[in-house]
């Protein structure tokens, strides 16, 4: 295949191109919420917290090969513990996360227990379990005085009075007013951060030796056990890490709309589904794959959410999407997945690796060149006439 | 010195019992190869020593009984198993399936590189290879590659089932040759299953001759294939 660029990896234009990308991605996030549109910044905070619950999805799913179709149930622990703490013992939304944090993990290992002993279909049915259970559990009766049961919880979210401190710089605020008129950037940024935090630790686990042996799992449990990685150990933390990150935007979730209910769609089976579709559709198994999925998904669902209206639907559209009464918008990203599996079952970051080739290809750098240290070092017990 | 010694090993897969009882030894600087017919059990006793499966009987490895050991503990302890079939990861490059061979080590990344190297210089077709991914190396390669990737543990003992599956005759020797020069030099204890009794023989310290799930002859492999009836029942020369 020709490329239109040809570049070295580690050379002086790819860390150009990098810095073109970081760039580009720094103007918008400064951009979005100092001068974008309210609706916009919220739409941005939804698509991070769907973000950072697919990355955490990812781990589990795309590094180490087990399916959760219960991540709804994180998400929903991290929306609850927030709520109930906030309004029951009156502590500060923002100190719930580490406690949200750490009790999904215990959730996720104690979960990780039998998904040690299945895979596969038998897996994806038991964490289909875990995922219908919560919502019933959260209305359970007995349990009402403390999770608000069918009715849910009022007044979870952050509370803006005239006491809080404003960061402003050089009279410039991109963080909102705090103290109460301006709020949607400041959640932007606690969204932004959560997938960032969430990036990164995904991030170290993948480059770690843990990560390897999550791939390694993953292809070959019983070679990785014989190279003696502790199966139970490994896929027990990896379940419980993965949980606990999702229940982080599930906590933002709470501070950010002010009342919790058990029946919010990314708290039943249709979240699990929805942050799995997203994984998917963004390319599973890679780090940024989560990432665009849940853009591209939720731009999706914002452009169609006015096509209930055949007026509102562009002319090109009108003849397919006129008689529909709900909004198509998870109907167009299904099709989406559908088509994309087709061309591309590694999603769309799996789709740029395929073609990006055309447009710029990036050369690794000469096999051996970075170890030649090493090999000084190496001990020389071998003798070269009996290389094989 | 005895490095291995198992009593009265059984071992199988859930209701059936496929090992009725195995008295083997290796000792330390010892080729011993485990000969059989198919399904005789020999894949079973390998995984039965590295802990892949339930077992029962006692298995001592250096004088410690390991045989309640989870499979990572056995390979902390030094016994390294290249899995029958390869068992390399796909997905993983060689260089990362030889990192993940060093899983157990705590030794620090510039040992552990050095040791990659090292491997490398013996099998240059993989250092061509090393970010390639293993799964698209050739069936051969990738037997190299499994070997490698089992030695980078340091082990005392090598568990080794079938290398030479699906290899070209002089890439078989090759490999054969490699073993033995780990052997002589640095004292490597080799446990090696190996459908090929011509070729194992002449390498080997000493066989074990196994049918259905038992021992049936043990010996030098002079004095095995020196009885008549063992040859033309077992060894096929
Ligand atoms: N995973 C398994 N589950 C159930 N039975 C098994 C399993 N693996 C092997 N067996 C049975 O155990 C017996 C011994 O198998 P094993 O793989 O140890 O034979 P082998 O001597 O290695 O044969 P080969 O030379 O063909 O590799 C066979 O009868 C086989 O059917
Ligand atoms: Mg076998």
Redesign the interface.
Known sequence: MKSLFTIKSGGAASWAMRLAVAAVLAALMLWVPTRGSDSLIEVCTTAFTLMAAALSLNLLLGYAGQISLGHSAFFGIGTYTTAVMVTRWGWSPFHTLPVAFVLAFVVGVLVSLPALRIKGVYLALVTLALGMVFPQFIKWKKLSWLTGGAKGINDTGFKFTKDNPTYEIFGWNPWGNLRGQNVKPFYFWVGAIIVLVVYLICRGVVKS?VG??L??I???S?????????LPVTKGIVFGLSAAMCALPGSLSAIRTGTVTADTQLLTVAGSITFLVIMVVGGAGSLWGPIIGAAVYQFIIERTGGWTEPDAIPALFRPFFGWSKTAPGGGLFAIALILLMFVAPLGLVGLWRQHSVRLCRVV?KP??TT?IS??A???A??D?T??? | MTLLRTRGLTAGYGPVTVLHGLDLEVAEGEIVVILGANGAGKTTTMRAISGTIPRAGSVEFEGHDVHKSAPDAIVRAGIAQVPQGRGTFPELSVEDNLKVGAFVRRDGGGKIGADALRWFEVFPRLAERRSQRAGSLSGGEQQMLAIARALMSRPKLLLCDEPSMGLAPLITQELFQVLERLNKEEGLSVLLVEQNANLAMHMADRVYLLETGRIVASGSAAELSADDSIRKAYLGF
Request: charged residues 15%.
């Open positions: 030796r390897r042996s791939v390694a993953r292809d070959n019983t070679a990785a056990a014989v190279m003696g990685v502790n690794p096999a051996g170890t090493v090999m070092a190496a001990p017990a071998v070269e009996h290389t094989a």
